[in-house]
Each structure stands twice: as structure tokens, then as C-alpha cells.
């Protein structure tokens, strides 16, 4: 059925652009917020608002029946969970469509499928997708695990099977180290996820974060090229690229035919992320995960390709056939995004809330800042730091660089700290622009050469009012 109205069971700049693509679509929009984003541009922008919670997020945008509560008082349709929060629990997708909604997303059944990530390399296996050498499945216990690792050998990577974003993860180079972290392991994937279960992974030393974009309307698959995610700080991404750069026509052909095929295999519904390593020497890739959601950085693909991701999930989920056959999408330039946060780069990150005293946004072809901010806006201290995201399309790669410096620049945020000092860093390096990059190379260069020693308070377009 047509979707005609839609709950937002997120918050932020993802909001913002759930409800931006909704209206397009003659939507009718609900926003649920906490009472931390009473005042949010999303909230503000929303047909209707709705109030879920106080400001903790488990009393809030994590609480299944309060989320619910407010679908069923609304009259929705639909109920859109954007990323984060409930946007991979399968319980909440079983909640709408039980309540005779329609989850704006995956089913249930691929969502737990999927977001386990021992019973995702099953799947990426039996669909002919490259898998890292490690574990066939859970890891029975330190003795089984301990024999693996003298097969495959060191580093390797001690990961939660039910983790996701970076975490439940632990890097280990000897047995020593082994022995005293596998136990750690275990224990926090429980404390954490409710789930202890273990696999590992052989380390793929200076790869690259290559991932794949999907949507699939149950019975048919299509990609939209790949991302480049490597620049990353404690394993969250910093700065995305679309295409990823330097790749061969055969090796992104494998990668997308890949990305499909695992797809395909369980009949996916809705946009979908497949993820990789990728080592630049050997022209080898690996599946790392499948996010069975929107991403943060799915604006670089809509800007190569001029496919509008978000309205295509909606339309998917009204029981609409892709609307795009694959081969209608082609690459056109080359697109980068950098993620804004609210946190001070010269103070170690330093989480940055407060009043928002002046907002002036760069604008010019080619340039789009998806963000929640509007002058006045109080960023409360109790979620994520994405204030919003900066993104640039240019005629290639070099050019998209040269683009983003110029936005960059052009862009205002006063009375808190933000990360774009770390950007304009970023785009002046000359790794980043040869392309001599990898997912551990962010964080070294910042080691080398911390920004607290170069960049002082008065540098800092982001000046505390």
C-alpha cells in the first residue's frame, strides 16, 4: 500500500532529511522526539510532533513501546527508523508491521539474519562473497579459539557477534595479549549487547574501507557503486568518498556483483550497506558486515548517481518496484562528505554542547549541507556529536578536494567547537589527495601530529561565544 503519512523514529540531521524526501513524496510527517529536541528543526519542520520521552535515549528513541505508543496515537502508516537507535533491531521492526504498520526498512527475519555477523559470513559465503580468514561461526571457547589463531595467525581481531559501529572489537598480536583479552571479550560483548557470543577475524594489515550501496525491492537487487571509508578515528568514519578512488573496472565489478549476489541470496528489501577491506596491494576484497539501514554517509552515492536513496526506501517500502534498473546508474564525478561533529579536535575531541550563535551555510554547485542546526539551536549533550554533514561533488576527485576546502571555509558554526578545523587539515594533506590512505592512517597522522599543537582557539572558526 501507498505510504501517506510516516513516523520519524529518529532525531538529528537524519530527521531533517527523512522528512525533506517524504515531502517530495506528498507524505504527511510525524516527528517523535525527546524532550531534549522539543525545539529541533525536525520537530519544526514535522506536520506533527510528537513527545516519547525524557532525554536519555533508553527512555526515548531506544524504547520500543514509547516509539509505538506514539505510531498508533498518530494514525501513521509508517514508521521510518532512519540509523541508530532501533534502526537494526528486528524486534522493532517486528513491533510495526504487528501493529499493521509498515517498517520502512528490511524485514525482520533479514535484519536478525544479517545483523548477526557470524550468520552474515554464512551468508556472504554461500553467495561466493570473499570472507576474512577466521572463524566459521561462534567460537565455542578460548581453547577452540586458541587453535585457530596457530592456524591463521597474528593479529587478529576478537569481535562480538552481535557488535556493530566499530565496537566489540579488540586487535590482539600474541598469544600473551590473547589469552587476557578473549575473556575481556566476552564479558563486554555481554555487558554491551546482551550477547557474548565471539568469532575472529585475521587482521588485513593498511586496508582500505571499501562498501557497497543496495536496495533491493524483495525480489530484484541493484548497487549503486561503492564508497571509500577509510579515513576513520576509533573506528567511526570521519570522511567519505564516492567512488572509491584507484580501483580497476574488474576488481569494482567483482565487488558490486558481490554486494548483489549476498543480496539477491536473501531476498533483500529496502537500501542496505555491504562492507569490505580492501588490500590495495593484492586487489583483494573481504566482507566485513552487512547494515541492514540508510547510512550516515549515503549522500556521496546520491550525488555520483542522482538517485535520491531516502525516497527510493519509502517507495520500496509502499510496495513500489525499484524504479531504477541497474543499468540507469552510472557514475557522474566524483563526491565527498565530511562529518561535523560537536566536539573540539585541539582538545582531544572534547565533546562540544551549547548554544549555536551564528549559522552560515557555503553555497555554490555542487555543495549540500545536510544538517539539524538553525541559529539558536541549543545542541543538548545527550547524544551523538553529528551536527551535520558537509558535501561536495566535483568533476573528480582532485576538483571534489579543492570544492570542499572552499565550503569548509565558507562555513560558520559559532558558540560551540566543531571538527571542521580537522577537515581543512584533512583536505591539505597530501596523502589523502595521492590517495596513500587506509583505515588505521588517521589516527597515526593524528598521533604524529596532534592538531592540539597546531591548531590554537583563535584558528578555530568555531569559537566558544
Known amino acids: 500500500m501507498a505510504i501517506a503519512s510516516l513516523l520519524i523514529a529518529n532525531r538529528g540531521e537524519i530527521a531533517v532529511r527523512i522528512i525533506r524526501a517524504a515531502r517530495l513524496l506528498g507524505i504527511r510527517t510525524v516527528q517523535a522526539h525527546s524532550a531534549a529536541d522539543a525545539d529541533s528543526l525536525a520537530v519544526r519542520m514535522a506536520d506533527e510532533a510528537v513527545l516519547i520521552g525524557p532525554p536519555p535515549a533508553a527512555k526515548s528513541y531506544l524504547d520500543i513501546e514509547a516509539v509505538m505508543k506514539a505510531a498508533r496515537e498518530t494514525g501513521v502508516d509508517a514508521v521510518h527508523p532512519g540509523y541508530g537507535f532501533l534502526a537494526e533491531n528486528a524486534d522493532f521492526a517486528d513491533a510495526v508491521v504487528s501493529a499493521g504498520m509498515i517498517f520502512v526498512g528490511p524485514d ?10 557470524v550468520a552474515a559470513r554464512k551468508v556472504a559465503r554461500e553467495a561466493g562473497v570473499p570472507t576474512v580468514p577466521g572463524s566459521e561461526g561462534r567460537i565455542a571457547g578460548i581453547e577452540e579459539a586458541r587453535t585457530l589463531v596457530e592456524e591463521i595467525g597474528f593479529p587478529v581481531m576478537i569481535k562480538a557477534a552481535a557488535g556493530g559501529g566499530g565496537r566489540g572489537i579488540r586487535i590482539v598480536r600474541d598469544f600473551d595479549e590473547f589469552e587476557k583479552q ?60 564516492a567512488p572509491a578512488f584507484g580501483l580497476s573496472p574488474s576488481v569494482r565489478e567483482a565487488l558490486t556483483a558481490s554486494a548483489v549476489a ?15 577491506l580492501y588490500d590495495a596491494d593484492s586487489g583483494a576484497f573481504y566482507f566485513i558486515e552487512v547494515n ?70 557555503p553555497e555554490g554547485e555542487g555543495v549540500r549541507f545536510d544538517t539539524m542546526l538553525y541559529d539558536g539551536y541549543w545542541v543538548p549533550p545527550f547524544y551523538d556529536s553529528l551536527l551535520g554533514k558537509m558535501i561536495v561533488h566535483g568533476a573528480d576527485r582532485k ?7 572552499v565550503a569548509l571555509k565558507a562555513l560558520t558554526i559559532d558558540g560551540i567547537r566543531t ?8 583536505a591539505a594533506n597530501p596523502d589523502v589527495a595521492a590517495g596513500a590512505i587506509h583505515t588505521k592512517y588517521l589516527e597515526g597522522w593524528l598521533a604524529d601530529a596532534p592538531l592540539s599543537t597546531s591548531l590554537s582557539p583563535a584558528a578555530s572558526q568555531t569559537e566558544n561565544a
Not at 108 to 117: E, F, N, P
Not at 419 to 426: C, D, K, Q
Request: charged letters at 25%; aromatic letters at 4%; one cysteine or more.
Open 108 to 117: 525482520a527475519s533479514a535484519i536478525r539474519l544479517l545483523g548477526d555477523k
Open 182 to 241: 578473549f575473556p575481556q571479550a566476552a564479558s563486554e560483548a555481554q555487558a554491551a549487547f546482551g550477547d557474548g557470543g565471539l568469532y575472529i577475524e585475521k587482521v588485513i594489515e593498511n586496508a582500505r574501507h571499501i562498501e557497497v550501496q543496495i536496495l533491493g525491492d524483495g525480489e530484484n537487487v541493484i548497487h549503486c557503486f561503492e564508497r571509500e571509508c577509510s579515513l576513520q578515528r576509533r573506528r567511526q568514519k570521519v570522511w567519505e568518498e
Open 262 to 276: 549476498l543480496a539477491r541470496s536473501v531476498g533483500y528489501r529496502g537500501a542496505g550497506t555491504v562492507e569490505y
Open 292 to 361: 541492514t539501514r540508510i547510512q550516515v554517509e549515503h549522500p556521496v552515492t546520491e550525488m555520483i548517481t542522482g538517485i535520491d536513496l531516502v525516497a527510493e526506501m519509502i517507495r520500496i517500502a509502499g510496495g513500489e518496484k525499484l524504479s531504477i534498473p541497474q543499468d540507469a546508474v552510472r557514475i557522474s564525478g566524483h563526491a565527498i562528505e565530511c562529518r561535523i561533529n560537536a566536539e573540539d579536535p585541539a582538545q582531544n575531541f572534547m565533546p562540544s554542547p551549547g548554544q549555536v550563535t551564528a549559522l552560515v551555510e
Open 399 to 405: 576538483d571534489a578536494i579543492a570544492r570542499m576546502e
Open 419 to 426: 571538527t571542521v578545523p580537522l577537515h581543512l587539515a584533512i
